[in-house]
């Protein structure tokens, strides 16, 4: 099964992650990355690994990046890894996939997530389960606020183990991606129809109540008061980007 994947990464100023990610895709055949035209370390990184294969596009948003990478790469491989740069294939995650022989109708497999601060694994985060592994061509992509959805055509299946999600970079690189994250976020939430809204989504247009939620599923749901310094800042962090997206609403409102 190995063989038949090519792990597809998008980066734009990674060279925080992008070495640890690249380290453990070793078994792939090719690995390619599309990066955002980056101006740190990151290309230089990425040529350090002789299975990594770099093609730079300008950025313009999340879903139109993702259709380029797996469509006008030159990808031959009957599958496609979906990675982030700070997702790592850990041995019991690359065993499971390669011992898998799916049949012509099963078109992805989902895979969980391990949320890691600075290295630190925490017991859950509210990172969902996402199908990561699919059947090149039966794949979409739909922009959703600031990021993008993949859709797939036809059957998916679940697998036991989980990758790793162990974002390196600094405070001040995340508040800043936060801040246009949220902006396309309010932008989302402020023109889709009440009824296509999550209940979440609908705590947050109170511009109040959102980081309030947020807090208590982190801490006390969730459990990751138990997860010590590790677990407060994740809460933190996510408390914060909610904080942000009520900035940004309520901004909105005095604008009118």
């Known amino acids: 099964m190995l063989d038949q994947i090519t792990p597809v990464i998008l980066t734009y100023n990674e060279a925080a992650n992008i070495g640890r990610t690249l380290e453990r895709l070793a078994w792939a055949r090719e690995v390619v990355v599309v990066d955002s035209l980056s101006t740190d370390e990151t290309a230089a990184i990425v040529a350090r690994f002789p299975n990594a294969r770099l093609v730079e596009r300008p950025f313009d948003s999340h879903a139109k990046q993702w259709l380029f990478a797996t469509s006008q790469t030159g990808i031959a491989s009957d599958w496609i890894l979906r ?57 979409s992509f739909v922009q959703d606020g600031h990021t993008e959805k993949l859709r797939i055509d036809g059957p998916t299946r679940p697998l036991a183990n989980r990758l790793l999600h162990d974002d390196r970079k600094t405070t001040e690189r995340w508040l800043q991606s936060q801040s246009r994250y949220q902006a396309a976020e309010a932008e989302k939430l402020l023109t889709r129809p009440w009824a296509e809204l999550s209940w979440p989504d609908r705590l947050r247009l109170t511009r109040v109540l959102g980081p309030l939620a947020v807090a208590v599923h982190c801490l006390l749901v969730k459990g990751l008061i138990f997860d010590g310094k590790a677990g407060l800042l994740y809460t933190a962090q996510r408390v914060t980007a909610d904080i942000i997206l009520s900035m940004h609403l309520l901004r909105r409102d005095l604008a009118r």
Do not use: H, N, W
């Open 83 to 139: 990675m982030d740069a700070d997702y790592m294939v850990e041995p019991a995650l690359r065993d499971e996939i390669a011992a898998q022989k799916p049949a012509p109708e099963i078109s992805a497999y989902q895979i969980g997530f391990t949320y890691c601060m600075d290295g630190k694994p925490l017991r859950a985060s509210l990172y969902p389960t996402l199908p990561v592994l699919f059947r090149r061509g039966r794949e």
